[in-house]
């Protein structure tokens, strides 16, 4: 069974725009990571929060963290068409990952 | 700079016959991991060891085997291959046993016919 749960199974927007995905977690969990993937490609780790933190920055990164709702959010500002891919949550310690949300970002 | 391969990228067999999927890593990791991807599915955890001579089973390990002889290297060993294995694998390692930043490599796809 799946740890994380990510929201929408698939997202399509325009060059420019902001991209929010979620993931929905079961267990309590120390930290959760969200990974980028490519087409054909391996995963790329992009940003962990942990438990006791409620946002963090990396970039056009924004990851959020609702511990009492067990949900994450990750926000792409100003998307590029490269930024289109698959991207994932991956929570406890035992780093189950969803289905992901599959990224269409269109020039 | 460091990094962790896998070979074969690609691979056809037929059913039956035992697969061998390697796993090499230079980041001097103690934590290995190997997944499982499938449609709808997300990546699925199938074996992990924490360092040389350590090997657990994890969620979907049956069929499967892993043998860690040294730091850089887990092998996957699929015994008796079978088409619902038929699958992307991904190798993982990680600086912490569970719950750290992952490194992955860049998969193999097997179809066993």
Same mark, same amino acid.
Not at chain 1, 24 to 42: D, E, P, V
Not at chain 1, 45 to 64: A, D, F, M, P, Q
Not at chain 2, 59 to 73: A, C, H, K, L
């Given at each position: 069974s799946q740890q994380g749960e990510e929201?929408?199974?698939?997202?399509?927007?325009?060059?420019?725009?902001?991209?929010?995905?979620?993931c929905s977690y079961k267990t309590s969990i120390n930290n959760l990571q969200?990974?980028? &993937? $490519? !087409?054909?490609?391996?995963?790329?780790?992009?940003?962990?929060?942990? %438990?006791?933190?409620? #946002?963090?920055?990396?970039?056009?990164?924004?990851?959020?963290?609702?511990?009492?709702?067990k949900?994450s959010?990750?926000?792409?500002?100003?998307?590029?068409?490269?930024?289109?891919? %698959?991207?994932f949550c991956a929570t406890g310690n035992d780093m189950r990952f969803g289905a992901?949300?599959?990224?269409?970002?269109?020039? | 700079?460091?990094?962790?391969?896998? !070979?074969?990228?690609?691979?056809?067999?037929?059913?039956?016959? &035992? @697969?061998?999927?390697?796993?090499? &890593?230079?980041?001097?990791?103690? $934590?290995?991991?190997?997944?499982? &991807?499938?449609?709808?599915h997300g990546l699925r955890l199938?074996?992990?060891?924490? *360092? @040389?001579?350590?090997?657990?089973? *994890?969620e @979907? %390990?049956?069929?499967?085997? @892993?043998?860690?002889?040294?730091?850089?290297?887990?092998?996957?060993?699929? #015994?008796?291959?079978?088409?619902?294995?038929? !699958?992307?694998?991904?190798?993982? %390692?990680? #600086?912490?046993?569970m719950g750290?930043?992952?490194?992955?490599?860049?998969?193999?796809?097997?179809?066993?016919?």
């Amino acid at each position: 069974s799946q740890q994380g749960e990510e929201d929408p199974q698939a997202l399509s927007i325009q060059e420019g725009e902001n991209a929010t995905m979620n993931c929905s977690y079961k267990t309590s969990i120390n930290n959760l990571q969200w990974y980028r &993937q $490519n !087409s054909g490609r391996g995963l790329v780790h992009l940003i962990l929060i942990r %438990s006791n933190e409620r #946002e963090k920055h990396s970039g056009r990164l924004r990851v959020t963290l609702d511990t009492s709702k067990k949900s994450s959010s990750l926000l792409i500002t100003a998307s590029r068409a490269a930024d289109t891919a %698959s991207y994932f949550c991956a929570t406890g310690n035992d780093m189950r990952f969803g289905a992901g949300t599959r990224l269409t970002v269109k020039p | 700079d460091a990094e962790i391969t896998q !070979s074969p990228r690609h691979k056809i067999t037929e059913t039956g016959r &035992q @697969v061998t999927l390697a796993c090499h &890593q230079t980041w001097n990791h103690n $934590n290995m991991f190997w997944y499982r &991807q499938d449609l709808g599915h997300g990546l699925r955890l199938i074996h992990y060891s924490y *360092g @040389v001579h350590d090997t657990n089973k *994890g969620e @979907v %390990s049956d069929g499967y085997s @892993v043998s860690r002889s040294n730091t850089e290297d887990l092998p996957l060993t699929l #015994e008796s291959a079978a088409s619902s294995q038929t !699958s992307v694998y991904f190798c993982a %390692s990680s #600086e912490l046993p569970m719950g750290g930043e992952l490194f992955f490599g860049e998969g193999s796809r097997l179809t066993v016919l």
